[in-house]
């Protein structure tokens, strides 16, 4: 009762690089509020999977396996995680802010009467006191996350209803081993009492997936461009740099905007979450909405000809110059040195 819940979704019989993140995270809220950590896995050919999910600290293992649960499907797996927090009441709710997990988590937020926070990129636990009545609250889940195209990072609080729902964005939580030696139990749910026969109205055919072209996540060193690179011809030679030391290229929203780079390579709030060794940022002003996608990298270069840009602020060192002058220097250093 009143545990933390995580929805760990399932991708090729593995489970999802994101919900072990929240695993993370959920463990962290979990001792802090003395409660326990659980998780819900839904899908087919199960055997095991809370292996993979005890060292992360999970006390409780609700398991639903069943060949007509994956690929996923939003009826019966919105149905199962509905009834189970009917019957567990739990005090906060964590999905990845995926495709499926923004599919169901509205779903089961709507059924539940409770309020949701989306995409959020950071969870913390703390008191809130209401302006009108000064009724004070303990222990609420601060969802945080940018608001207002990424002008403010925002606060939201949901005191009254329960469970407090949030989806996570993938990156922003690290991906932490609790104990290796960590035991929890499983709970194996019985789907043919959870589900209608209403839920399976829509089945799969055929199943098509484009494998990624382009995966910058995981990528150590980074070397990402702004509008400031001025054309795409100056962007490419991003990729030149990135080729001498090993890194691959991301770019801001504005250079994606503007043609220079695929949306693949966006990183920030409408793009993916990064936490490379070295991040380089070339002709980044550094908006709230990008710095909310990189500022957990271990060092930060800034190269920019602005020296207010706030890129600035969290960069550990700054070079104040012509992007594209800076950049074919770089070039010239390391095709010299790798020689």
Known sequence: MNNIFVYCEIDEGAVADVSLELLSKGKKLATELNC?????????????IEKSLYPYGVDIVHKADDTRLYPYTTLPHCSIITR???????????????SIGRDLAPRIASSLRCGLTADCTNLVIGEYTENKTGKEYKDLLYQIRPAFGGS?????VN????????????????????SNSYKGEVRNIKVASYLKDSDFIVKIIDRQIEAKKINIKSAPIIVAGGYGMGSKSGFNKLFELASLIGGEVGASRAAVD???????RQI?????TVRPKLYIAAGISGAVQHRAGMDQSAQIISISNDPKAPINSIA???IIGDVNDIIPKMIKYYKEKSK
């Open 316 to 318: 550990d060192y700054v």
């Open 36 to 48: 326990k950590l659980e998780a819900i896995v839904i899908g087919s050919k199960l055997d095991n």
């Open 268 to 272: 920030g709030q409408t793009g993916v």
């Open 159 to 178: 005191p009254e209803t329960r469970p407090q729902l949030a989806t996570v964005r993938e990156g922003v939580m690290k991906n932490e081993i609790f």
């Open 258 to 264: 503007a043609g220079f780079a695929e949306h693949e």
């Open 152 to 156: 403010i990072i925002a606060t939201i």
């Open 84 to 98: 189970i927090f009917k019957e567990e009441k739990p005090q906060i709710a964590l999905f990845g802010a995926t």
